[in-house]
């Protein structure tokens, strides 16, 4: 079964690879539910995939994903469900968000039509418009500055993740990231996938100490590792860590997604 999982998926990568995604840009909204609504909130998600995987064959925007904030004893998280869209550049992002209220009511009848029933439909853009779910919203502009995807790894529903949030405290910090962490973690294929983002924007209601946002996928049958660092492996170790503050993490797992 597992053998076959990774066929699949490694089928389904070669589109992922077919782009470059060091540095597209993303909105990432984090987002905190209403008590009580989780399963229906599942459901609402899936009714907007279809509109985002329109999106995507219509080249209005790469990707999108929804991923489930996995809360634990030691670290609940701080919000319930982590939205991405993507998009392969700034215009391409500027475009979609400009788009009007009757634009978007349009775009979900045109991408339901002949799929779903009518009542249904009526239903979840009533429900969008009255911003049923959200209970707090904040959002987080991204520019890539670098990623990397493993052989035969691409997006499936219950993959897990973890999204940190990231202070730089020196200048040499985007360096240490994309020529000393990123390279070792891809090396002992310690993970899957891998990304580095800087803030760029960000709603009024967000964290503002964060200035980076790193996405990581680890490998749970990465091979097992000794490390015997040379003094300048040490000290550049050393360096890179105090080149960075970590603020936090959400370990999530991804629930629908377009692409």
Not at 79 to 88: D, E, G, K, Q, V
Not at 160 to 175: C, F, P, R, S, W
């Amino acid at each position: 079964m597992k053998k076959l999982f990774f066929a699949i998926i490694f089928i389904l990568s070669l589109g992922l690879q077919a782009q470059d995604w060091s540095s597209v840009y993303r909105q990432v909204e984090e987002v905190t539910l209403n008590e009580g609504l989780d399963n229906e909130y599942v459901d609402f998600e899936e009714f907007w995939k279809t509109i985002k995987e329109k999106h995507v064959k219509e080249g209005k925007q790469i990707a999108w994903f929804v991923w489930k904030v996995l809360p634990t004893e030691e670290n609940k998280g701080w919000a319930n469900y982590l939205i991405y869209n993507i998009f392969a550049n700034e215009e391409q992002m500027n475009a979609m968000s400009s788009k009007a209220t009757e634009w978007w009511e349009n775009e979900i009848k045109v991408a339901h039509k002949g799929k779903t029933k009518r009542s249904i439909v009526k239903k979840y853009t009533q429900q969008t418009m009255d911003n049923k779910y959200r209970k707090k919203s904040v959002t987080y502009t991204l520019k890539g500055l670098g990623a990397f995807l493993a052989d035969g790894a691409a997006p499936a529903p219950g993959i897990k993740a973890t999204y940190i949030g990231v202070e730089q405290l020196n200048e040499d910090y985007v360096d240490f990231e994309n020529k000393l962490f990123a390279p070792y973690h891809k090396e002992t294929k310690s993970r899957l996938y891998w990304e580095l983002n800087e803030i760029i924007d960000r709603t009024d209601n967000a964290y503002k100490p964060v200035t980076h946002i790193i996405t990581e996928i680890v490998n749970p049958d990465a091979p097992e590792v000794k490390w015997n660092p040379t003094f300048a492996e040490e000290m550049a170790v050393k360096y890179g860590i105090a080149s960075r503050k970590f603020h936090g993490s959400m370990n999530m797992e991804l629930v629908h997604f377009a692409w």
